[in-house]
């Protein structure tokens, strides 16, 4: 009830404001579980991606957002949980990992959508980046659920980093690819490089429907990189 009521307040609002385009909305079943795979531009990815669906789609979000102190911190918390957030305590590497599998095997088990971005946090320029083999694979072959690509179309121009106001000149788009069955791999999830071949496989799909430049790093390598950097060119000569 609660995220339908959330939806309601948060959804149609966007859907008014923005006009999101979207395609390949058949290929998202009606019922059962199914792991959606996406890039990630923004933080309103997780907002633009539920709006446009039926069913409910769960996340994982960072633990910080439903432990913050005070009355703000309380009201986040209740805002996250009402769009379908669940917290992972990712202060530890291993220990994040393991949670966000337990997590999205969980989800899928009750037959619900489970949303994951295999990129791990938000590309910081706009490219494709790429995949970490520890959630996404895992989830798949844990849960036998089917893994559907999608890709997000210019969320990041819809509000870009460091401006308050958003820009309701920009009209997003969001485009769905065909369930990936991973079937195949059944059993064989202790091997590493078949966790590594199935997210190469999703990512490969979500570059196809992005159209975005691949990079094969992944995006905390590229943010720590474009940090050093920022903070070498501000030293004095």
């Known amino acids: 009830m609660f995220y339908g009521a959330m ?41 633009f991606l539920p709006a446009v669906l039926d069913r409910k789609v769960t996340f994982i979000a960072k633990e910080e957002y439903f432990t913050s102190p005070g009355v703000k911190g309380k009201l986040t918390a ?39 971005y295999p990129e791990g946090t938000r590309s910081p320029d706009g490219r494709l980046y790429r995949g970490k083999p520890g959630g996404l694979a895992r989830v798949a072959l844990a849960s036998k659920a089917p893994v559907i690509p999608v890709a997000m179309i210019d969320t990041e121009k819809v509000q870009p980093v460091g401006k308050v106001v958003p820009k309701f000149s920009v009209r997003p788009g969001i485009r769905i690819g065909k369930p990936l069955d991973f079937s195949r791999y059944d059993g064989m999830e ?33 943010k720590r990189a474009l940090a050093e950097a920022a903070k070498a060119a501000a030293q004095p000569e």
């Open 7 to 47: 939806k309601i307040a948060i959804g149609s609002p966007l859907k008014a404001a923005f006009r999101p385009w979207v395609e390949g909305l058949e290929h998202i079943p009606d019922d059962g579980p199914a792991i959606l795979a996406s890039n990630h531009l923004s933080f309103s990815d997780s907002f």
């Open 78 to 116: 209740a805002f996250f949980k009402g769009v379908g957030q669940l917290p992972v305590d990712r202060s530890g590497a291993r220990g994040a990992g393991e949670a966000a599998v337990k997590s999205g095997v969980a989800v899928l088990a009750r037959g619900e959508l489970f949303g994951i």
């Open 190 to 222: 202790g091997d590493r490089f078949i966790l590594r071949s199935i997210t190469d496989e999703v990512m490969y799909e979500i570059m196809k429907l992005s159209g975005q430049e691949y990079v094969d790093i992944y995006a905390t390598a590229a």
